[in-house]
């Protein structure tokens, strides 16, 4: 069976003032784009069963404008593949704090071949495929240690569907991590998971799908990496990653302003700039260890310029810690913001990820094998 496997669209995510053509907020179209070429590029594919494992929309109550566009893209989908089926389970951007008040997700339920699920762990029967698939959604997480996770051994094909963090998956989880072990089991032919917005292999048959668009709290983090989809097969248990074209995020390196003039400053942050050609792009230039007198040096005329030439240009100014100078290459986190300081890995990705390379290199392998090879020696480091 070929299952595309989409997540986290997150249709209704809006952003920054910027508006489009038709006066609509420029994040909450680009949203709905990415979600119509991810549709698209999966009826490319012809799968027998399309799974989306949450946050589908990124509020209760979404726009209008999402909202029929989701219904028109859905419908359009579904008579192209003439009602094949569908499994869509909820997130919790999506879900009310109350059973009583729904879920926009039934919405879906009219058009044919979709199966909604949104309120507790519940298992779909679709016979036309020999399916067995267990539903866990962002409210059914609760019920876990309740419930027997039990593929269905008459089925053809088993499935589990879940949104949310395993344990060990993302650095820094709001909320307590799912136990792996209650999840991740050979017996199911493929494991769909969402609500982590990062593409990522959590097992040979389980897979995050990652988000369609950047509509994390924390895009920068996310910064330089694919948004796409997953084709998986499961005869064979193979997973394909398809990207799709997105608004580029691009973290700019950061600058130490702590030995710069006031001029040297200023042709830092424009060659930061330049060095990207970033028009249209999100985009953040962190400046540490800024005195009063440089941050009123500044080139108004230059971050105005640049500000036009972005989506979004987010000038981050941080004066001087106390207690000396802080490290841009130590990985640590920031006791004022929360946010981890500039690693070796990271310097590698934004190095790599503009070098002139051969066409025959695969960029992100390249990446991913530089970064391997990092945190082996950092290890081998730390434990001598």
């Known amino acids: 069976m070929r ?11 809006r952003a920054y003032s910027r508006v489009d053509r038709h006066g609509r907020n420029q994040r909450e179209s680009d949203v709905l ?16 069963l399309i799974l989306i494992t949450g946050d589908l929309f990124h509020t209760v109550r979404p726009s209008n404008t999402s909202l029929l566009g989701a219904y028109t893209y859905f419908s359009e989908a579904q008579g192209r593949r003439e009602g094949a089926p569908m499994l869509v389970i909820a997130g919790n951007h999506e879900t009310p704090r109350t059973i009583e008040s729904g879920c926009i997700l039934e919405i879906l339920k009219h058009i044919p071949g979709v199966t909604v699920v949104y309120n507790t762990i519940q298992a ?13 959604p962002s409210r059914g997480v609760p019920e876990i240690e309740k419930h027997m996770l039990e593929p269905d051994p008459k089925a053809k094909v088993n499935l589990l569907l879940l949104h949310g963090i395993l344990e060990g998956t993302a650095p820094f989880a709001l909320e307590r991590p799912i136990e792996r072990k209650r ?13 982590y917005h990062l593409h990522q292999q959590v097992a040979p048959n389980a897979y995050y799908a990652g988000a369609t668009e950047f ?7 996310e910064a330089g990496k694919e948004k796409g989809f997953i084709l998986y097969d499961t005869e064979v248990r193979t997973a394909q990653f398809i990207p799709i074209r997105t608004r580029r995020v691009i973290d700019l390196l950061p600058i130490d302003a702590q030995d710069l003039t006031i001029q040297e400053l200023n042709k830092a942050i424009e060659s930061r700039a330049n060095s990207e050609g970033f028009d249209g792009a999100i985009v953040r230039q962190r400046v540490y260890n800024l005195l009063p ?3 009123s040096g500044i080139d108004g005329d230059l971050i105005r310029e640049l500000r036009t030439r972005a989506l979004h240009y987010q000038l981050d100014l941080r004066a001087p810690r ?14 004022e913001t929360g946010e981890t300081r500039l690693t070796l890995q990271d310097e590698w990705r934004q190095f ?16 991913e094998l530089g970064i391997h090879y990092l945190d082996r020696v950092g290890a081998e480091v730390e434990s001598t």
């Open 3 to 13: 299952i595309a496997h989409i997540s986290d669209v997150h249709l209704g995510y």
């Open 33 to 48: 784009l990415a979600f119509k070429r991810v549709l698209k590029q999966a009826l490319d594919n012809e799968p027998d």
């Open 124 to 136: 779909v029967v679709i016979e036309s495929l020999g399916l067995h698939a267990l539903c866990i």
């Open 183 to 195: 999840i991740v089991r050979e017996e199911w032919d493929y494991i769909a998971l969402g609500d």
């Open 215 to 221: 509509t994390s709290t924390n895009i920068w983090e």
């Open 293 to 295: 007198d440089q941050r």
């Open 322 to 335: 106390a207690g000396g100078r802080p490290s841009l290459g130590t990985g640590h986190e920031d006791e």
């Open 352 to 367: 790599a990820g503009q070098y002139t390379i051969s066409p025959d290199i695969r960029r992100n392998e390249m990446i």
